[in-house]
Antibody
């Protein structure tokens, strides 16, 4: 059974930093691209970032480029999101998600999410 | 930046057909996927690559994509299908979600 378990969320002041983790199990983590997606309270889903299976390639939404860094440790089956220079508008539930295998891009599994609140 | 627009809400009677549209510039040239999100839960994939259903997703869910519009159709809608639905597509290497549609089963 595919499991994605996020952790590391919490309350942080504007301008602060936070690192999210996502522990993966139930599948061969090292062959899948992985994503972070966020959802502000009461709002829709927003794609944040994506990392290649071996960590060699990354993509970011314009809203987080230069502030957030996605990475992974395939030996630990863990995905990360380092978030710096946090703003109030970064407040959201952050979901770790797995990309489906194939020639095109789609997300096939989601974690339960971890809440990040940016507030003074 | 690329945008995907969905109607905010769709209402349907039990047993009837619900159609949810997702509009974007030349969306038919891209692949669309759809996910379902119930209150307090994580999203669940229901359609990928325009028309494909993951294993475990009921056959009443189907998808299409042509021109500027992708459509998710729920045939014989059940009360358990009441949820928010989001389309998703990729513009080069950037992911884009639709604005979301709340499906209410009356």
């Amino acid at each position: 059974e595919v499991q994605l378990v996020e952790s590391g969320g919490g309350l942080v002041q504007p301008g602060g930093s936070l690192r999210l983790s996502c522990a993966a199990s139930g599948f061969t983590f090292s062959i899948y691209w992985m994503h972070w997606v966020r959802q502000a309270p009461g709002k829709g889903l927003v794609w944040v970032s994506r990392v290649k299976s071996d960590g060699s390639s990354t993509n970011y939404a314009d809203s987080v480029k230069g502030r957030f860094t996605i990475s992974r440790d395939n030996a630990k089956n863990t995905l990360y999101l380092q978030m710096n220079s946090l703003r109030a508008e970064d407040t959201a539930v952050y979901y770790c998600a797995r990309e489906g295998l194939g020639a095109t891009i789609w997300i096939d599994y989601w974690g339960q999410g971890t809440l990040v609140t940016v507030s003074s | 930046s690329y945008e995907l627009t969905q109607p905010p809400s769709v209402s349907v009677s039990p047993g009837q057909t619900a159609s949810i549209t997702c509009s974007g510039d030349k969306l038919g040239d891209k692949f669309a996927s759809w996910c379902q999100q119930k209150p307090g839960q994580s999203p669940v994939l229901v359609i990928y690559e325009d028309t494909k259903r993951p294993s475990g997703v009921p056959a009443r869910f189907s998808g299409s994509n042509s021109g500027n519009t992708a459509t998710l159709t729920i045939t014989g809608t059940q009360a358990m299908d009441e949820a928010d639905y989001y389309c998703q597509a990729w513009d080069s290497t950037t992911g884009v979600f639709g604005t979301g549609t709340k499906v209410t089963v009356l």
